[in-house]
């Protein structure tokens, strides 16, 4: 779209600002409460069927723990062999994660989600139907990389359509539904047979591909890519239909333009001296976290506190719900005691 066109379209954006300068204060305020009881509902449903990837990655998470000695018993595996079917998922992680952000710019938000709900079913189906350790590893590596892709574009298709006011807390939920669907399959794991488990591991994946027709992609997608009619609709939907988008659509517009005129980032900027710092706390508070051992006590906690002769079922139950008081204390605590302090805690 050309320079003229685009002030064409902000123009019609701003026009019923004017149009509306006439109208009563008690006019203005009746449909501002409208427009905001309209815009959350779609908001809210978004957000749930988004956070329906961040709950199917907690249940990827906290299925090998509950179902192992079951397992092992069925298909007579060794501890090595079972210790390949619950660390593969992260090898799959890797790949869906290092794809996911390609996937999620090629194919948008929703896309990306469709792909990885695809591949978490593709997952639990062979892991369903197993007949021995190959069938096992083959579905738990496919459930890590939808899991990977998972990981990105949930949050960031979550942060791209909340208004400012509300993004931070939308946003939290992500966290807060992975440690859900890590604590909920904990819990029913230890009543439930393993296959029943991975039956149930479908059913957010479902949701979410069924949600997906009902909710509108990102707008800052749709206004990357250059789909100016498509994005002016999916806000509007988003905010609601009377609420006005004038502003907001233009901020949008000014922030992807400024992005077209940034030089393309390049591999080999990393390795600048000016980056170093930088670099160093990112990926060492990512590498430090994972050396702390929460994934490996996550995969396979209920054999922890076997080893440590306490009751599994007890020990599991109580590890998962602390799990979600935490998150849900943290999501609290988060603006208001910072990240540096949490993390030093």
Known sequence: MENGDRRLLLEEFREPLIKDESASEEKAAAAACRSSKESHWMLYLSTFVAVCGSFEYGSCVGYSSPTQSAIRNEFNLSLAEYSVFGSILTFGAMIGAVMSGLIADLLGRKGAMRISAI????????????????????????????????????PVF???????????????????????????YF???????WRTLALIGVVPCFILLLGLFFIPESPRWLAKMGYQKE??????KLRGKDADISQEAADIMDYVETLRKLPKAKMLDLIQ?????????????????????????AFYVSEVFVSAGFPSNVGTV??????????????????KAGRRSLMLV
């Open 119 to 154: 591949f978490c079913i593709a997952g639990w189906l062979p892991i369903y139907f197993a007949k021995g350790a190959l069938s096992l590893d083959i579905g738990r590596i496919s459930l890590g990389y939808g899991m990977g892709i998972f990981s990105y574009v949930v």
């Open 273 to 297: 001296r000016k980056y170093w710092r930088s670099i160093t706390i990112a990926v060492g508070l990512m590498l430090f976290q994972q050396f702390g051992g929460t994934s490996g006590i």
């Open 318 to 335: 109580s590890y998962a719900c602390l799990q979600v008081i935490i998150t849900v204390l943290c999501a609290f605590l988060m603006d």
């Open 231 to 236: 994005f002016v609709a999916a806000l509007q």
């Open 187 to 193: 819990i029913i794991g230890t009543f439930l047979t």
């Open 158 to 184: 979550i942060a791209e359509i909340a208004p400012k006011d509300l993004r931070g807390g939308l946003t939290s939920i992500n966290m807060l539904m992975v440690c859900s669907g890590i604590s909920i």
